[in-house]
Nanobody, 122 residues
Framework: QVQLVESGGGLVQSGGSLRLSCAASGSISSISNMGWYRQAPDKQRGLVAVIGSSGATNIADSVKGRFTISRNNANKTVTLQMNTLKPEDTAVYYC????????????????WGQGIQVTVSS
């Protein structure tokens, strides 16, 4: 089994910054993509930023230039630095990882964290 544990959310004023971190543990041979999705009330979950094992990133247009994603492959962690936060960034943020459990696994499996609240006040 694989666990993703998120930390760093909270309440911040508009224009402020927060850093989200996610640590993966459990039966992990390798991780391809790691990243963050978010879900605001009455909206579908959507991509914020994802980073591959080689460092290639995919970042949502709505956060480009404000959010930065990074990862530490040795520690199996991914970090989202969020700057110039806006009220519309308010959402539950979910950590995501695509994991190959063992070297004998032919498939990568998707795992999600429990979610962490980010609230930006105006």
């Amino acid at each position: 089994q694989v666990q993703l544990v998120e930390s760093g959310g909270g309440l911040v004023q508009s224009g402020g910054s927060l850093r989200l971190s996610c640590a993966a543990s459990g039966s992990i041979s390798s991780i391809s993509n790691m990243g963050w999705y978010r879900q605001a009330p009455d909206k579908q979950r959507g991509l914020v930023a994802v980073i591959g094992s080689s460092g290639a990133t995919n970042i949502a247009d709505s956060v480009k230039g404000r959010f930065t994603i990074s990862r530490n492959n040795a520690n199996k962690t991914v970090t989202l630095q969020m700057n110039t936060l806006k009220p519309e960034d308010t959402a539950v943020y979910y950590c995501y990882a695509s994991v190959r459990p063992t070297v004998y696994s032919a498939t990568y499996f998707s795992y999600w964290g429990q979610g962490i609240q980010v609230t930006v006040s105006s």
